[in-house]
């Protein structure tokens, strides 16, 4: 069973589009955290919410931390070429240092 | 400053045959984490150092799989003998002591990976 559920599994859009992409789960976390991969890289964070309703905004990425703190989004305003790459949120799991990865979004922009 | 880095970047080995991974974390991390994504499935945890200790090793599949860090410095796994169903990308993550404060504060950094092809 996956802890961490993201949709779409795969996303194509075209440059200028808006995007949501989901990561849920039936479990409370105490923060969660999104990851950007670009092909031969490793994750890189962009952003942790702590707090249940959290709004985090990076640029044109807005991430936001459900009021129950099972689930997330992030939205993409006018998506760029360069935002292309797979999506990963990530959380740790209760009571230990052990972080748990979604099977990600994988995300492609067309110019 | 240097980031986290990997060694080999990729690897083709037998069935059979030994391979040892090895990770240079960014210099003054205490943490360092090993993972592993087979393809088609997430990134799964593998270990957890805090300096030369390891404090976390519930992830790893077998005693096929020994990691060391020595010093505290750098880290190896090794994989002896090898299996088709170890093939995947094995990423290493570092980041800096909590200092008491809460592990979900902390940024890890992710090396590019191994890409490692059991034949």
């Known amino acids: 069973t996956q802890l961490l559920e993201q949709s779409p599994q795969f996303l194509s859009i075209q440059e200028g589009e808006n995007l949501t992409v989901y990561c849920n789960s039936s479990?409370?976390?105490?923060?969660l955290q999104w990851y950007r991969q670009e092909p031969g890289e490793g994750p890189v964070l962009l952003v942790t919410v702590v707090t249940g309703g959290e709004v985090k905004k990076l640029k044109r990425l807005t991430f936001q931390f459900g009021d129950a703190r099972k689930d997330s989004s992030l939205h993409i305003t006018a998506a760029q070429p360069g935002d292309t790459g797979l999506y990963l949120c990530a959380v740790l799991y209760s009571g230990t240092y052990k972080y748990i990865f979604g099977t990600g979004t994988r995300l492609k922009v067309l110019a | 400053e240097a980031g986290v880095t990997q060694f080999p970047s990729h690897s083709v080995i037998e069935k059979g045959q030994t391979v040892t991974l090895r990770c240079d974390p960014i210099s003054g991390h205490d943490n360092l984490y090993w993972y592993r994504r087979v393809m088609g499935k997430e990134i799964k945890f593998l270990l957890h150092f805090v300096k030369e200790s390891k404090q976390d090793e519930s992830g790893m599949p077998n005693n096929r799989f020994l990691a060391e860090r020595t010093g505290g410095t750098y880290s190896t796994l090794k994989v002896q003998p090898a299996e088709l169903e170890d093939s995947g990308v094995y990423f290493c993550?570092?980041?800096?002591?909590?200092?008491?404060?809460?592990?979900?504060?902390?940024?890890?950094?992710f090396g590019p990976g191994t890409r490692l092809l059991v034949l």
């Open positions: 993550a570092s980041s800096q002591d909590f200092l008491g404060g809460s592990p979900f504060q902390e940024t890890q950094y």
């Open positions: 479990s409370v976390f105490s923060s």
